[in-house]
């Protein structure tokens, strides 16, 4: 069974400070997905990553895929407090088996 | 609206009774998922129906049983409920597969949250 590995589990940082979220996992994928969830909410989709190298920016949120070292990063810039949510990765195989991280809560802290 | 919905979105019953949970798409996809998040917020694929047909049945307790009676709609039925079975259900849906190329993204339902005494 792939199996994905999100790290730190628990982020707690100041607003205005940079941080990366890590997301290893143990099998070749086709794809590797970015989701938030806020409290009592449902999954929202933030990156899709397709191909090795792929990097996608939306405000201050920018994910990148390294297939060959199986990594995907969620990469934080001058964190502001409405990004505080529980961020998951997810590895889909054989197109539509998806496996989910542990997720990462993160706060952030005026 | 175009979405996933479920219903109900809280559901408190007591350990053996049965439940069932509903899920309709009209985003036209093909392909539907029932996840179980656990109280860890712990996300866990349970099931996977492609136009009807049953294609991904994790190891779940045979007590759970998911009915598709059409592409749109993916149920879920829960016989003998146990304290274990307390968790967030949330069904998913996702486009028909194109190719390798194609972002091929899950949208969520809102989930319901199954609180078993």
């Known amino acids: 069974e792939l199996k994905v590995e999100q790290n730190p589990l628990f982020l707690s940082m100041q607003e205005g400070k940079n941080y990366t979220i890590y997301c290893n996992y143990s099998?070749?994928?086709?794809?590797l997905y970015w989701y938030r969830q806020d409290p009592g909410k449902s999954l929202e989709s933030l990156f899709v990553l397709l191909s090795n190298g792929a990097v996608k920016q939306e405000g201050r949120l920018m994910a990148s895929l390294d297939t060959k070292a199986r990594l995907s990063t969620l990469h934080i810039t001058a964190a502001v407090h409405d990004l505080s949510a529980t961020y998951f990765c997810?590895?889909?195989?054989?197109?539509?088996?998806?496996?989910f991280g542990s997720g990462t809560k993160l706060n952030v802290k005026p | 609206d175009t979405a996933v919905s479920q219903t109900p979105k809280y559901l408190v019953t007591q350990m053996g009774n049965d439940k069932s949970i509903k899920c309709e798409q009209n985003l036209g996809h093909d392909t539907m998922y029932w996840y179980k998040q656990d109280s860890k917020k712990f996300l866990k694929i349970m099931f996977s129906y492609n136009n009807k047909e049953l294609i991904i049945n994790e190891t779940v307790p045979n007590r759970f049983s998911p009915k598709s009676p059409d592409k749109a709609h993916l149920n879920l039925h829960i016989n003998s409920l146990e304290l274990g079975d307390s968790a967030v259900y949330f069904c998913a849906s996702s486009p028909p597969w194109t190719g390798s190329n194609v972002l091929y993204e899950q949208y969520f339902g809102p989930g319901t949250r199954l609180t078993v005494t």
């Open positions: 997810a590895v889909a195989y054989n197109f539509n088996k998806f496996y």
């Open positions: 099998t070749t994928s086709d794809r």
